[in-house]
């Protein structure tokens, strides 16, 4: 009797916590469903309290490439993300092997460094910064948000340290025996055991390059050749005689690599968020 | 091997920050030469600027109600997803995926969805005979709007909150059980102190990126002021209903990059730069946390 | 490795101390050369079917200087020439869409001083009409020339007039109210279906200075704030409250919300959304090309009640084209200036084409302009002694914003004391200038 009332009480808890589950679920998946569906919507169609599209306007999606220089705006992201990315790792990958497996006199003190770069708001440094790239002549570009990586980037190291940090130092030791130099035993030893670390690392420099607004804004609004899709999408609505339809079209083509690359990775990318929250 | 990133630190850090300091008592337009004025752009910062208030307290707000929400919510789910059993798979996919979207494209696409008039949002308000509210276009909704938003896009902190009530062990909850703790006595005695580093954690990372808050706030002033097109300046409609959304940094660009005055922009990033060393000086105080194998 | 890092920060310091642009911009040679080469780069507003337009317009520059070579940014802000100007970028010439920021434009140098070249080439500014003389300098410094104008009255949708038994626009505050009043209808759940006029501040056109006219008040006289001495501000913004009262202020923002953008062919009168509209001469062209089912007339704005005499005048203004100092090529950039924005013909193309206002006394009595019937009321208001331009000011377009956002304020309800408001308001746009000075 005891027992029973028990199991039922956790059957009903059951399904209790799994009607709020998908009650929930249901809202945070809803603004997806929707901006989809209106994407196949006319323009007049979008103004009405209608929500499933009457006829499907599927040329939204050839529109949006016609009427807007949506390919450059590809071609644009690609570039800076990849580049971005490229340059990220070949310079950030051995600054967080250093820092994690090799003690020296300030390494602590660049660490901080690093730390307070990372965390430290773009804006508080960037007239100078601006400047600096005005001079040079290269605003107009997004060549002021690539170039930098060559340099490593702040999250990039922080994040890449933390991996190298959980592999036992016992193999990079086994390794210098054999006579490797440092650049081998990071080649060699430590960047396969990495993989996963990079690959987050590479995947968070990725999105971040891809949904970067605010340095695409200040470096490239006045050079329309140089926009990402990240910043044409914020000037779709509005300036090519637009409608609703064609915006959501384009702000699910905009979605789309994300989502791919995030299904590609899911489990590195998580893995990924992890190392960058859990210090407790 | 850390010769690059010690330039990129130089060049792109140390640098910016003393250079960004000596700007702020000039006035420098980029054209010609910066000229000292001393602090006078700190005595218009201070005294006479008519905007620079609200875009402080709307970012204080941001702050203080915003972030705090959004740890909430992801506690929330994260909660429900480990008591429901459910925490990898098809469910954390579908409570983590709006993370992914861009925020410009998240924006963009609430924007339309709250429209007052033609949004599906106040549609099925009306459908149910509830006047919605102007959301993005009443000073007094915008702000909560994008909270809406910013819960929708909670996934990140969640996941991270979901690793770390994993890591609670199981036997201090039983222990606890035995000594005839309830539900609600556990989350209180046993979960949310074992969680409370990472909560720090989130909040002042969600405070310090809270108070660089721009992209959501300019790009749902623009699309929702109808202004968003090619040839509008974006600081014209920045903060956009009646200032309402005007963001600190917001201001810092279009006095700086908008209007020129990078010197008062300097002025401006100085204050901010003294407002998150605060928060930073919390997180930073936990440093030996960075260092998981004790090193330090 | 520490010491090469530390010579580089020092090259990056040096870098940024010293300034690339420190002398004041190109100076015109002696003589006008004879022949130009090369190329030049000009940035405007103008997008899409407009700056297809206007470039056909400009073809002729090429008959005259086959080896220049021009090319067109399209679609550019007042805040991206800043930029690129700022910046040195490829820009020879700034066709910024008002006078909005020709006060910063001026004083900084990013336009240079086109004085020695007219006086060089002996050319003056007598061939511009009016207003054109008071936009396009700053306290007498000849720093843009003017490119065509603009000129705003109202728009009105005659089959929705006619529904209400109207056929002859409203003059006066008074009837506009009245009738736009009438003119709006309302859904099932009291959403407004369309409105007979939006007096919403901020809307289209409705901009501060587009309505100065209507209320015979002044803008910036001599530099100065009068936003608060000059009571006519203050009238107009009472009268616009107690309009956007009767309809309701929240009911207004939800139905302007759902409204299509002002230049896509979803524009609400174009859809006949909105009967009435304060808009510039250009909208015609816009109608013709978007919504040519659209059946509309053009009328000067209503003046307030007890400015009547004022009737027939407006709010003129127009594109103002600079020579900028990062200019590489300045003498083929200033003959490109001299013929768009002087030539007869290519004036007169443009303007047929765009359906702006002509610039120039010749262009403007041209045989050879056709504009419709919908422009002449433009036309008028252009020649109109009583029509009234905004001079530039100080502190570039920091006037503009403020005193539109405080009428924002005001019309939503922010504002407990009006005269209080407005002195606040007069001594914020003085800070700023003194800032910026």
Not at chain 3, 134 to 156: D, F, I, K, R, V
């Amino acid at each position: 009797m005891n027992h029973n009332t028990q199991s039922r009480h956790r059957v009903l808890n059951f399904i209790a916590d799994n009607t709020i589950l998908a009650v929930l679920g249901a809202l945070f998946i809803a603004p997806i469903v929707l901006v989809l569906l209106t994407s196949f919507m006319s323009g007049r169609q979008t103004l009405t309290a209608s929500w499933w599209p009457d006829p499907w306007e599927w040329d939204n999606y050839v529109k949006a490439f016609t009427e807007v220089p949506l390919a450059s705006w590809f071609a644009n992201s690609t570039m800076y993300a990849v580049l971005s990315t490229v340059f990220m790792i070949v310079s950030s990958v051995p600054a967080a092997y250093v820092l994690a497996k090799i003690k020296f006199r300030f390494s602590n003190v660049i660490f901080l460094a690093i730390i307070v770069a990372m965390l430290l708001p773009p804006q508080v440094t960037i007239v100078p910064i601006y400047v600096m790239w005005a001079k040079i002549g290269l605003t107009g570009t997004l060549w002021p948000l690539i170039l930098p990586n060559l340099l490593g980037s702040a999250f990039s190291i922080f994040l890449l340290r933390q991996f190298f940090l959980t592999i036992p130092s016992a193999y990079a030791d086994a390794a210098r025996v054999d006579g490797a130099g440092e650049v081998g035993v990071l080649l060699k030893v430590m960047v396969p055991m990495t993989r996963s670390g990079i690959a987050a690392a590479a995947i968070f420099q990725f999105f971040y390059s891809w949904n970067d607004f605010f340095g695409p804004l200040l470096y490239t609004s006045e050079n329309q050749q140089a926009w990402p899709v990240a910043y044409g999408l914020a000037t779709f609505h509005g300036s090519h005689g637009t409608d609703w339809g064609m915006t959501m079209a384009v702000t699910m083509l905009v979605t789309l690599p994300v989502v791919i690359v995030f299904f590609f990775a899911q489990r590195v990318f998580v893995e990924g968020i992890n190392l960058t929250g859990v210090t407790g | 091997m850390l010769t690059p990133a010690i330039l990129g630190l130089l060049v792109f850090f140390v640098y910016p920050l003393v250079a960004n300091l000596y700007y702020s008592f000039t006035s420098y337009d980029l054209l010609s030469p910066p000229r000292w004025i001393g602090l006078r752009n700190y005595t218009y910062l201070f005294t006479q600027d008519p905007r620079v208030a609200a875009a402080a307290l709307n970012t204080l707000w941001l702050v203080l109600i915003m972030v705090p929400i959004k740890i909430l919510a992801s506690l929330g789910v994260a909660g429900l997803l480990m008591k429901a059993r459910r925490v990898s798979g098809f469910w954390r996919t579908v409570f983590y995926l709006p993370a992914l979207v861009p925020p410009v494209a998240s924006v963009v696409a609430f924007v339309f969805l709250f429209n007052p008039g033609s949004g599906p949002v106040n549609a099925a308000l009306r459908s149910v005979g509830i006047a919605g509210p102007l959301w993005f276009n009443d000073p007094q909704w915008s702000k909560p709007t994008l909270v809406v938003l910013a819960i929708w896009v909670m996934g990140d902190v969640m996941i991270i909150f979901l690793a770390s009530l994993l890591n609670v062990p199981r036997e201090q909850h039983e222990a606890a059980a035995l000594d005839g703790a309830n539900a609600a006595q556990r989350i209180v005695y046993v979960t949310l102190p074992a969680i409370a580093p990472v909560i720090l954690f989130a909040a002042v990372t969600g405070a310090i990126a809270a108070l660089q808050y721009f992209t959501e706030a300019a790009v749902a002033s623009g699309v929702a002021s109808g202004k968003s097109g090619v040839y509008t300046k974006l600081s014209d409609v920045m903060g956009y209903p009646a200032d309402s959304l005007l963001t600190y940094t917001e201001w810092l660009y279009a006095r700086g990059f908008g209007s020129f005055q990078l010197g008062y922009a300097a002025a401006l990033a100085v204050v901010l730069f003294v407002v998150t060393a605060v928060f930073m000086g919390l997180l930073l105080r936990r440093f030996d946390a960075f260092n998981p194998d004790g090193r330090s | 490795m520490l010491k090469a890092s530390i010579a580089a920060t020092a090259v990056m310091v040096v870098l940024a101390g010293c300034s690339t642009a420190s002398d004041s911009g190109p100076q015109p040679e002696k003589d006008a050369p004879k022949d130009l080469s090369g190329n030049i780069s000009v940035w405007w507003s103008q997008s899409d079917r407009e700056a297809d337009e206007a470039r056909t317009a400009l073809e002729g520059f090429k008959a005259l200087y086959p080896n220049v070579k021009v090319t067109y940014h399209d679609g550019q802000s007042d805040e991206q020439i800043a930029k690129a100007i700022a910046t040195n970028a490829d820009i020879d010439i700034a066709i910024s869409s008002g006078p909005d920021s020709l006060g910063t434009f001026c004083t900084s140098g990013a336009f240079v001083d086109l004085a020695p070249y007219m006086k060089r080439d002996k050319v003056d500014m007598s061939v511009f009409s009016g207003a054109a003389k008071e936009y396009t300098q700053l306290n007498g410094e000849q720093c843009s020339l003017p490119w065509l104008n603009n000129a705003y009255g109202l728009y009105y949708n005659t089959d929705l007039l006619a529904s209400a038994g109207v056929t002859e626009p409203p003059k006066t505050f008074s009837e506009l109210e009245d009738l736009a009043l009438k003119l709006t209808t309302y859904n099932a759940d009291g959403s407004i279906k369309t409105l007979g006029f939006n007096p919403l501040m901020g809307f289209y056109e409705s901009l501060p200075p587009q309505w100065m006219g209507t209320v015979n008040a002044s803008w910036m006289p001599k530099g100065e704030a009068s936003f608060s001495t000059d009571p006519a501000w203050a009238k107009l913004m009472t009268w616009q409250k107690d309009f956007i009262d009767k309809i309701g202020y929240d009911k207004l923002q939800a139905f302007t919300a759902g409204l299509g953008d002002e230049w896509s062919a979803d524009q609400a009168f174009e859809t006949g959304q909105i009967a009435m509209v304060l808009d510039g001469e250009w909208r015609v062209a816009f109608i013709q090309d978007q919504a040519p089912g659209i059946a509309f007339k053009t009328a000067p704005m209503p003046t307030a009640d007890d400015n009547a005499d004022a009737y027939g005048a407006g709010y003129v203004s127009g594109s103002t084209a600079g020579l900028t100092r990062a200019s590489r090529n300045p003498e083929a950039a200033w003959a490109f200036l001299k013929y768009a924005t002087m030539d007869t013909q290519a004036l007169v193309t443009a303007a047929n084409l765009l359906k702006n206002m002509p610039s120039t006394e010749a262009s403007r009595t041209s045989p050879d302009l056709t504009l419709p019937e919908a422009s002449d009321t433009f036309l008028h208001i252009v020649s109109n002694p009583y029509s009234v331009t905004v001079t530039p000011a100080l502190s570039g377009s920091a006037v503009g914003e403020s005193v539109l956002k405080f009428m924002q304020q005001f019309q939503a309800g922010d504002v407990s004391n009006l005269q209080e408001g407005l002195t606040k308001l007069d001594s914020d746009i003085m800070n700023a200038i003194e800032l910026s000075k």
